[in-house]
């Protein structure tokens, strides 16, 4: 077990974020206690059923007391409103981070609401499932996953390295970036695919010549790929999209480029550029594997229920 980081952590938000930080966080020892506030009355009483959080809070400015890191963890759409509300509690000293997977728009609505003396080091952990909720998490979700840390100007050194300790605590690997270059490349990585995978199961949906009965009982591997992104939380992706608006937009708008390149071999039966462009991507998956980000293993590794 590590030496704790901070003495108290306060986690804003018990969804699977929070829930699997808490149980990291709790494996290696990084925290001496952890206190947890969500917004649903029938969230709270999960979490405290469940042991989540030593201590789960009723109000969001009793679990910031005394807590020396804050995480904000709702969806980057309610983060304004959240500041807000425990701006005046928060502890001289403290540190407030968050796991937004936006960060210029977070860093727009976040920062008016840091107190002089406050220390605010947004973060995003590039891993998740399809699943949500405070019985979602599990400790070892950001194992070999990178966390991006996307300091402010004027951000002490101290504040960054001690969270990216808690980072690589909880078995992630850190890197820090701009916050805009950010935005673009998760609009390419993350964003646009969850917005094509909507996309490619609703018109699975729309297309009434195949029945939903056939859509289920037949998909193969590609399809069901996309139902599982396209179950994730519909909340927190409508925030991403309105958040992050400019960058998707201009990785859709280039998706749309080759998209019609690609419809335009397969009318002319170009054979060639598309074997060239398949060969291209498919490095692009061998490169993945290679950097320990999946697996090559049959569904990607995934188990079977």
Same mark, same amino acid.
């Given at each position: 077990?590590?030496?704790?980081?901070?003495?108290?952590?306060?986690?804003?938000?018990?969804?699977?974020?929070?829930?699997?930080?808490?149980?990291?966080?709790?494996?290696?020892?990084?925290?001496?206690?952890?206190?947890?506030?969500?917004?649903?009355?029938?969230?709270?009483?999960?979490?405290?059923?469940?042991?989540?959080?030593?201590?789960?809070?009723?109000?969001?400015?009793?679990?910031?007391?005394?807590?020396?890191?804050?995480? %904000?963890? /709702? !969806? #980057?759409?309610?983060?304004?409103? *959240?500041?807000? =509300?425990?701006?005046?509690? @928060?502890?001289? +000293?403290?540190?407030?981070?968050?796991?937004?997977?936006?960060?210029?728009?977070?860093?727009?609505?976040?920062?008016?609401?840091?107190?002089?003396?406050?220390?605010?080091?947004?973060?995003?952990?590039?891993?998740?499932?399809?699943?949500?909720?405070?019985?979602?998490?599990?400790?070892?979700?950001?194992?070999?996953?990178?966390? %991006?840390? /996307? !300091? #402010?100007?004027?951000?002490?050194? *101290?504040?960054? =390295?001690?969270?990216?300790? @808690?980072?690589? +605590?909880?078995?992630?690997?850190?890197?820090?970036?701009?916050?805009?270059?950010?935005?673009?490349?998760?609009?390419?990585?993350?964003?646009?695919?969850?917005?094509?995978?909507?996309?490619?199961?609703?018109?699975?949906?729309?297309?009434?010549?195949?029945?939903?009965?056939?859509?289920?009982?037949?998909?193969?591997?590609?399809?069901?790929?996309?139902?599982?992104?396209?179950?994730?939380?519909?909340?927190?992706?409508?925030?991403?999209? @309105?958040?992050?608006?400019?960058?998707?937009?201009?990785?859709?708008?280039?998706?749309?480029?080759?998209?019609?390149?690609?419809?335009?071999?397969?009318?002319?039966?170009?054979?060639?550029?598309?074997?060239?462009?398949?060969?291209?991507?498919?490095?692009?998956?061998?490169?993945?594997?290679?950097?320990?980000?999946?697996?090559?293993?049959?569904?990607?590794?995934?188990?079977?229920?």
């Amino acid at each position: 077990m590590s030496a704790p980081v901070y003495k108290r952590v306060a986690l804003i938000g018990l969804g699977l974020i929070a829930s699997s930080m808490f149980w990291a966080m709790k494996r290696a020892g990084l925290s001496g206690e952890v206190t947890g506030y969500a917004r649903s009355s029938e969230t709270r009483e999960t979490a405290r059923r469940i042991g989540l959080c030593d201590r789960v809070c009723d109000s969001a400015a009793e679990a910031v007391e005394g807590a020396d890191l804050v995480v %904000l963890c /709702v !969806p #980057v759409g309610a983060m304004s409103t *959240v500041m807000e =509300d425990i701006s005046a509690a @928060l502890m001289p +000293g403290a540190t407030v981070s968050d796991v937004g997977s936006v960060k210029r728009h977070v860093i727009e609505a976040v920062s008016p609401h840091i107190p002089e003396g406050v220390h605010f080091v947004p973060a995003h952990p590039l891993a998740g499932t399809e699943h949500s909720g405070p019985e979602a998490g599990f400790a070892e979700l950001f194992d070999n996953r990178w966390s %991006l840390l /996307v !300091p #402010v100007e004027g951000t002490e050194p *101290v504040a960054v =390295d001690r969270l990216r300790r @808690l980072w690589e +605590g909880m078995g992630a690997n850190v890197d820090e970036m701009d916050a805009d270059h950010h935005d673009l490349v998760l609009a390419v990585t993350s964003h646009a695919p969850h917005l094509i995978a909507y996309t490619m199961v609703g018109v699975a949906d729309d297309l009434r010549r195949v029945t939903d009965s056939e859509v289920i009982k037949y998909s193969a591997a590609g399809f069901r790929d996309f139902t599982r992104i396209a179950a994730s939380d519909p909340t927190m992706w409508r925030d991403v999209f @309105l958040t992050n608006k400019d960058a998707t937009l201009e990785i859709l708008g280039r998706f749309t480029e080759e998209l019609f390149a690609l419809q335009r071999a397969i009318r002319t039966g170009d054979g060639e550029h598309l074997h060239q462009y398949f060969t291209r991507t498919r490095a692009i998956r061998r490169g993945i594997i290679e950097a320990g980000q999946d697996t090559d293993a049959p569904d990607f590794g995934r188990t079977k229920t």
